[in-house]
């Protein structure tokens, strides 16, 4: 028998059956063709957000760091300057301190050195104290009794004496003072300090006694003319 047919419907052959396939791909393949560049589409602009993003960012924080460091840099410059001023004004009041110091110091040495200056009399005593005060300074021997004596014996304590007839008036420099010095003596033996005055009792005892010293050893060895 055959089969039976249900009323209404047809039998789909082979060939309706591929039709019908074939109609099914092409809508598939449509579908997927307008579908693609859309998603392509929302790929690429997803996948574009991030990286606008971080460069944005990334130049703000670059432009933020750089103004940090050059901030840091004007700070710096100003504590180095600032350090520079400090330590030159502690310099320059250490030495203005040394200064005055050593000012002070002179200034007080000088008070001391007046104050051990004895003052001397104005007579024979005084004369020889004081030939003797620099003679001890300038380390020439001598002693008070060793002077006097020989003063005495030259000029009986006159600062004024002159000896116009011995060999060395005839010879045009005559013996002056009170130890009978003549100029080239004087000149020879005078010590720095005292006048350059054959005539002044102080200079003459004291260049007299520089001359003794050189030749006899000291005034106190010597016991006649000179």
Known sequence: MSASRIPGHSRLTKAHKLSIAGVATLSAAAVAFSLAPAGAAEVQTVNAAPVAWTQAVGGAQTKTLQGHLSAQNVISQANAKAAAKIKADADAKAKAEAAAK??????????RSAARTPVFANNLD?????????????????????????????????PMAIN?????????????????????????YHVKGTKFDQYDPVANIVAACNYAADRYGSMDNVNSAY
Do not use: C
């Open 164 to 188: 116009n007839w011995d060999i060395n008036a005839q010879n045009g420099i005559p013996s002056k003072g009170l130890l009978q010095v003549i100029l080239p003596t004087f000149k020879a």
């Open 126 to 158: 005084g004369w020889i104290k004081e030939a003797l005060f620099i003679m001890k300074k300038e380390g020439i021997p001598g002693t008070y009794a060793g002077i006097h004596k020989n003063v005495m014996r030259e000029s009986s304590g006159n």
């Open 102 to 111: 050593k000012a002070r110091e002179q200034k007080a040495a000088a008070s």
